[in-house]
């Protein structure tokens, strides 16, 4: 609290120090910034809008009605759904933090700069998943799956594409994987110099600094960093559409052919054949997505809010 | 400094391009046919349209491939002239005054325009042809039959060196599609004890097995795994190995004459007018590939618009001489020649 304050403090007088505050372009920058971020929440709350009244008539069905003309009474029809969205992205979270944050750290941190240079986040996806991806680790899942099939997350029977929620988190993790590691490296260039000078010179090895003046500065960054990457992850449709195998299983098997699909992909799959009442049906389907989307977010925020108070930032 | 004069005169022929575009496109809009519908016939309309409006010239007609579903409604709202669709309008559905685009005592009527044999695609090393009795097949897709060295294979296929301990993949479609449908309504019909599930657009979620999105998917699903096995258009089968079907006792290919005699075979829905051609197909006649798509054109008896009438006629006329990737027997022919002379 004391310390929001100071930093309010500290704010305030630098506006002071406007040379005129009446100034035409500080006053048409001001309206433009100001009519952006509301038209973010005006927009916002029209797609809101528009998934709750397409989407209200299949949430209030009757679920015989959703069963003859629908896809099935909905809370069961989308269940499996929300569950392979979030499970497909956490495990290309659990793949990818640890490797964005390292390279981030290369990056940042142990690079000689000529190479920190060219490293951007650019990436080429598309078929490769499935053409290529797939083909390729579908041997060693089936290795995984005679070897290690006693561990409940490698049983089942192995699909015989490769074309498992695996497959598709490394996909999702590779997508993820620029956004979360450009936006850490960010955070890490701007831990003090000062703090990283005072670590090391105080004998601290080049990890311990890192460990001391980097990490606990950079972590509300690092936070941001990944819910950034979890919103890209739980939206992502196309590569997922053509990489898994989705069904209707909630199921923790990560190599078999039955996997729970994600909604976004179920809606990209289903969207062109529906009509009707499946239209609407979708369409809440989506509306659960956002509100997942929603709370991923606030949750986020939340976080980095909290931890900002005591981070080594001051 | 040059770079101004080029770009003017860039701009000007850009605008004199954009006017005459319209020029064309208005003075042509008379004779636009608007159709939408089901994406199995997608690759025969694209060819069908440009074949038809080289014949005539200043027609133009755009087929917007959106599915079966789309189409119907669009037609039905009177935003397309016809629909593409992989199964006839329902009797609920059908009803005169009922279409936006059609006269107000005019009902729908249903044409068959596209025959489609459905072929089961595998990969398996070694295999090169393959036969299934009903039963087996419908034991493999219902995830019943889960090692290609079952002895129900076996038995079907005593000549084939069938792996020993390989899996079977069975990949069927994730997404909704008239091919799902009349591929279930398959093995419904010819195997009821092992397919309990009525035919649906859906794959039936109780048989499990790998999932793949629309038929591209299933062939790259089906060509880069190990010992799979799926359902697709025969046209999309590429180099795959198609399987033939056992009926009576009987290998029966994907072929297109094979997957066209069920017309012939099968008898037309009951109650309706005698111009549509709605058929309720007969999977289980000797002699016919079983695993066949009828697509159909639906259209009105008679149209709002007399203009728009004399153009479906010629077209709808057009692609059912054409006909698609299986011709239509002849005299089946007829009786669509004679339900589109009937349109108005």
Same mark, same amino acid.
């Given at each position: 609290?004391?310390?929001?304050?100071?930093?309010?403090?500290?704010?305030?007088?630098?506006?002071?120090?406007?040379?005129?505050? *009446?100034?035409?372009?500080?006053?048409?920058? +001001?309206?433009?910034?100001?009519?952006?971020?509301?038209?973010?929440?005006?927009?916002?709350?029209?797609? $809101?809008?528009?998934?709750?009244?397409?989407?209200?008539?299949?949430?209030?069905?009757?679920?015989?009605?959703?069963?003859?003309?629908?896809?099935?009474?909905?809370?069961?029809?989308?269940? @499996?759904?929300?569950?392979?969205?979030?499970?497909?992205?956490?495990?290309?979270?659990?793949?990818?933090?640890?490797?964005?944050?390292?390279?981030?750290?290369?990056?940042?941190?142990?690079?000689?700069?000529?190479?920190?240079?060219?490293?951007?986040?650019?990436?080429?996806?598309?078929?490769?998943?499935?053409?290529?991806?797939?083909?390729?680790?579908?041997?060693?899942?089936?290795?995984?799956?005679?070897?290690?099939?006693?561990?409940?997350?490698?049983?089942?029977?192995?699909?015989?594409?490769?074309?498992?929620?695996?497959?598709?988190?490394? %996909?999702?993790?590779?997508?993820?994987?620029?956004?979360?590691?450009?936006?850490?490296?960010?955070?890490?260039?701007?831990? @003090?110099?000062?703090?990283?000078?005072?670590?090391?010179?105080?004998?601290?090895?080049?990890?311990?600094?890192?460990?001391?003046?980097?990490?606990?500065?950079?972590?509300?960054?690092?936070?941001?960093?990944?819910?950034?990457?979890?919103?890209?992850?739980?939206?992502?449709?196309?590569?997922?559409?053509?990489?898994?195998?989705?069904?209707?299983?909630?199921?923790?098997?990560?190599?078999?052919?039955?996997?729970?699909?994600?909604?976004?992909?179920?809606?990209?799959?289903?969207?062109?054949?529906?009509?009707?009442?499946?239209?609407?049906?979708?369409?809440?389907?989506?509306?659960?997505?956002?509100?997942?989307?929603?709370?991923?977010?606030?949750?986020?925020?939340?976080?980095?809010?909290?931890?900002?108070?005591?981070?080594?930032?001051? | 400094?040059?770079?101004?004069?080029?770009?003017?005169?860039?701009?000007?022929?850009?605008?004199?391009?954009?006017?005459?575009?319209?020029?064309?496109?208005?003075?042509?809009?008379? *004779?636009?046919?608007?159709?939408?519908?089901?994406?199995?016939?997608?690759?025969?309309?694209?060819?069908?349209?440009?074949?038809?409006?080289?014949?005539?010239?200043?027609?133009?007609?755009?087929?917007?491939?959106?599915?079966?579903?789309?189409?119907?409604?669009?037609?039905?709202?009177?935003?397309?002239?016809?629909?593409?669709?992989?199964?006839?309008?329902?009797?609920?559905?059908?009803?005169?005054?009922?279409?936006?685009?059609?006269?107000?005592?005019?009902?729908?009527?249903?044409?068959?325009?596209?025959?489609?044999?459905?072929?089961?695609?595998?990969?398996?090393?070694?295999?090169?042809?393959?036969?299934? +009795?009903?039963?087996?097949? $419908?034991?493999?897709?219902?995830?019943?039959?889960?090692?290609?060295?079952?002895?129900?294979?076996?038995?079907?296929? @005593?000549?084939?060196?069938?792996?020993?301990?390989?899996?079977?993949?069975?990949?069927?479609? +994730?997404?909704?599609?008239?091919?799902?449908?009349?591929?279930?309504?398959?093995?419904?019909?010819?195997?009821?004890?092992?397919?309990?599930?009525?035919?649906?657009?859906?794959?039936?979620?109780?048989?499990?097995?790998? $999932?793949?999105?629309?038929?591209?998917? %299933?062939?790259?699903?089906?060509?880069?795994?190990?010992?799979?096995?799926?359902?697709?258009?025969? +046209?999309?089968?590429?180099?795959?190995?198609?399987?033939?079907?056992?009926?009576?006792? *009987?290998?029966?290919?994907?072929?297109?004459?094979?997957?066209?005699?069920?017309?012939?075979?099968?008898?037309?829905?009951?109650?309706?007018?005698?111009?549509?051609?709605?058929?309720?197909?007969?999977?289980?006649?000797?002699?016919?590939?079983?695993?066949?798509?009828?697509?159909?054109?639906?259209?009105?008896?008679?149209?709002?618009? $007399?203009?728009?009438?004399?153009?479906?006629?010629?077209?709808?006329?057009?692609?059912?001489?054409?006909?698609?990737?299986? @011709?239509?027997?002849?005299?089946?022919?007829?009786?669509?020649?004679?339900?589109?002379?009937?349109?108005?």
């Amino acid at each position: 609290m004391s310390q929001q304050s100071m930093i309010r403090a500290d704010a305030e007088p630098a506006s002071h120090h406007h040379p005129d505050p *009446k100034r035409v372009g500080d006053r048409v920058f +001001s309206g433009l910034a100001t009519g952006s971020g509301v038209l973010i929440l005006v927009i916002l709350a029209l797609v $809101a809008a528009f998934l709750l009244i397409q989407g209200t008539p299949a949430l209030l069905a009757d679920p015989a009605k959703l069963t003859a003309q629908g896809y099935g009474p909905f809370a069961e029809w989308v269940a @499996p759904y929300v569950f392979g969205t979030l499970w497909a992205a956490a495990l290309a979270l659990f793949l990818a933090v640890p490797v964005s944050i390292g390279i981030a750290l290369f990056i940042s941190h142990y690079a000689p700069r000529r190479l920190a240079q060219p490293l951007g986040p650019s990436v080429v996806f598309g078929l490769w998943g499935a053409a290529v991806l797939a083909p390729a680790v579908q041997p060693m899942w089936a290795w995984l799956n005679a070897n290690l099939g006693f561990i409940p997350l490698f049983g089942g029977q192995a699909s015989g594409t490769g074309r498992t929620i695996l497959t598709a988190a490394i %996909v999702l993790a590779t997508m993820v994987l620029p956004i979360i590691t450009s936006l850490c490296r960010e955070v890490f260039l701007q831990a @003090p110099k000062l703090h990283e000078e005072a670590a090391l010179a105080l004998g601290a090895t080049h990890w311990e600094m890192i460990k001391m003046a980097v990490l606990p500065f950079a972590r509300p960054g690092i936070i941001a960093a990944v819910m950034l990457g979890l919103g890209r992850a739980l939206g992502e449709t196309m590569a997922v559409a053509m990489v898994l195998s989705g069904g209707r299983q909630i199921s923790f098997q990560l190599l078999t052919s039955e996997n729970p699909n994600t909604i976004a992909a179920t809606i990209a799959q289903n969207f062109p054949e529906a009509f009707g009442l499946k239209v609407n049906q979708l369409i809440a389907a989506g509306l659960v997505l956002f509100v997942i989307t929603l709370a991923v977010n606030t949750i986020a925020r939340w976080i980095v809010a909290r931890r900002a108070q005591y981070s080594g930032a001051n | 400094m040059n770079i101004k004069p080029i770009a003017s005169v860039a701009l000007v022929s850009a605008v004199a391009l954009a006017f005459s575009g319209c020029a064309s496109e208005g003075g042509a809009a008379g *004779k636009t046919l608007t159709g939408s519908g089901a994406s199995s016939q997608a690759a025969a309309q694209a060819a069908w349209t440009a074949a038809f409006q080289t014949a005539n010239q200043g027609v133009t007609v755009n087929y917007s491939a959106e599915g079966s579903g789309a189409g119907r409604s669009a037609f039905t709202a009177g935003a397309a002239d016809f629909a593409g669709s992989d199964r006839p309008l329902k009797d609920e559905e059908m009803g005169a005054g009922k279409f936006a685009g059609c006269a107000a005592d005019s009902n729908a009527l249903n044409l068959p325009v596209y025959i489609s044999p459905i072929a089961v695609v595998f990969n398996v090393e070694g295999v090169t042809a393959l036969q299934f +009795s009903p039963d087996t097949l $419908a034991k493999i897709f219902a995830g019943q039959i889960k090692s290609w060295d079952d002895p129900a294979i076996a038995k079907d296929n @005593p000549d084939a060196k069938l792996p020993a301990g390989l899996a079977i993949t069975a990949v069927h479609r +994730s997404d909704d599609s008239g091919t799902t449908n009349n591929f279930t309504d398959t093995l419904n019909k010819l195997a009821p004890s092992v397919w309990t599930e009525a035919a649906s657009d859906t794959f039936p979620a109780a048989f499990g097995g790998e $999932a793949a999105d629309k038929t591209a998917g %299933v062939i790259n699903a089906v060509t880069n795994g190990k010992g799979t096995i799926g359902y697709a258009d025969a +046209s999309a089968a590429g180099s795959l190995g198609k399987a033939s079907i056992l009926v009576g006792g *009987k290998p029966l290919q994907p072929t297109p004459e094979a997957a066209a005699s069920i017309l012939e075979h099968s008898k037309t829905v009951t109650g309706r007018a005698a111009n549509d051609l709605a058929f309720s197909l007969d999977r289980t006649s000797e002699g016919v590939y079983p695993a066949v798509l009828v697509s159909y054109a639906i259209v009105c008896q008679t149209y709002k618009d $007399a203009s728009k009438a004399s153009l479906v006629k010629s077209y709808v006329g057009y692609i059912a001489k054409a006909a698609g990737s299986a @011709p239509l027997p002849a005299s089946i022919q007829e009786k669509v020649k004679a339900a589109v002379d009937s349109i108005k």
